[in-house]
């Protein structure tokens, strides 16, 4: 074990794991002495953060001792100071459920340094032994691993041993979504319906669940055919609240086909039928889709309403974002290309669309094979010549 000399106070050591260490003295805080040690890769990045704890140590700021400090303590350190300011109102509300659900009841009670990967196995074994959908898991699995990650950063922890255990394995969920005989069926069969257009919305243009019911009549253009994609309608807390988008290619705009546009005028009369009859119980919220008394849908009494609109279609079970597939498939049938597919549903990146659906492009492929033949087979030349 090497040992040198640091800077001030603090001793700076490498370890026999080869993990840079330094300590240093806080004095005597109830009656006890107290230390703090904080660990990097190198032993620059150790100097570097032991310096910075030096200057606010002198400058007389709290420095807390990760010895005495639990998961628990440093998770809801890591809620207040780093989650909540920079991740969306509905992602805080999910790792601050996993944090207060699972994490901090099983091992919130662990030193902050003593935590190891045999527990975090332990923890992930035991939710997914109660039942817990193994998604689920992965994902509080991945809070702990990105709060570890700001303990790493900020010296508390050697390393961040939540990266050292595997995450559940997630089966793919298989993708439904309806023939094009299937959707004209289902178009039929819900014509008349009050959500007539939050349906052909939902199969023709794929949007998801929470962009769909969080759309507001500004967001419609009449004129020009168009809708925007500005903002999403989830229940947060307890109470329903409008969020903002996941990423910047969801924010978009969207040419109407005249299937949409003409189900979209129609649920805008009926609409306003529906305020007359409602009176003073009318709550104006400006959402295109509504109860009869304007405020917004709740994301679960669509799903009831979709269920009973497939039975009456005759339809199989599905899930609502299966509409999302069927709006892709539907694209992909008429020969539109992947890059403005990866846009009218909102993806990041071509890519996703390409993975996500590659099963459809099989037809796809057999027919440039047939194409390419065109060109290199045998007299393609004689013909092209003549």
């Known amino acids: 074990m ?31 002495r107290r230390r703090k040690s904080i660990y990097g890769k190198t032993r620059r990045e150790v100097a570097e953060k032991l310096k910075a704890l030096l200057v606010d140590q002198q400058k007389g700021l709290p420095i807390t001792t990760s010895e005495r400090q639990t998961l628990g303590q440093f998770l809801e350190q890591w809620l207040a100071d ?10 805080y509300a999910t790792y601050e459920n996993h944090v207060h659900k699972h994490l901090v009841p099983t091992l919130g009670r662990t030193p902050l340094q003593q935590l190891g ?36 950063k900020w010296g508390l922890v050697a390393r961040n ?63 020009r055919g168009t809708i925007t994609v500005k903002r999403g309608l989830q229940r947060i807390g307890g109470k329903l609240s409008t969020v903002e988008l996941k990423t910047r290619a969801s924010y978009r705009s969207i040419n109407l086909p005249s299937v949409t546009l003409g189900a979209l005028r129609a649920h805008r009369i009926r609409q306003l039928e529906e305020r007359l009859l409602a009176g003073s119980r009318w709550q104006d919220t400006g959402h295109v889709f509504t109860t009869t008394i304007g405020t917004p849908i709740e994301p679960r009494n669509y799903k009831r309403s979709f269920d009973m609109a497939l039975k009456h279609a005759g339809l199989d079970h599905m899930r609502i974002h299966d509409m999302r597939h069927t709006a892709a498939s539907l694209l992909l049938a008429q020969d539109v290309s992947p890059k403005m597919i990866s846009e009218i549903l909102g993806h990041a990146r071509v890519g996703i669309t390409l993975d996500i659906y590659s099963h459809l492009y099989a037809p796809m492929r057999q027919d440039a094979a047939h194409k390419m033949d065109e060109v290199l087979a045998p007299g393609s030349y004689q013909e092209a010549g003549s």
Do not use: C
């Open 161 to 223: 041993v939540a990266t050292l255990v595997d995450r559940p394995r997630i089966s793919q969920h298989q993708i439904s979504f309806m023939t094009p005989e299937q959707a004209r069926s289902f178009l039929q069969a819900i014509h008349g319906d009050r959500l007539q257009g939050l349906y052909t919305i939902a199969i023709s243009l794929g949007l998801r669940r929470g962009e769909a019911l969080g759309l507001r009549w500004e967001d419609v253009d009449f004129e």
């Open 117 to 152: 990967p045999q527990q975090i196995q332990s923890l992930i074994n035991q939710k997914l032994k109660t039942g817990l959908a193994p998604r689920t898991v992965a994902d509080i699995h991945a809070v702990l691993r990105t709060a570890l990650a700001q303990a790493l």
């Open 2 to 32: 090497a040992t040198r000399r640091g800077h001030g106070e603090g001793m700076i050591r490498q370890r026999t794991d080869g993990v840079w260490e330094a300590r240093i003295d806080l004095g005597y805080v109830e009656g006890k």
């Open 82 to 91: 780093v989650a909540r300011p920079t991740l969306r109102a509905s992602t």
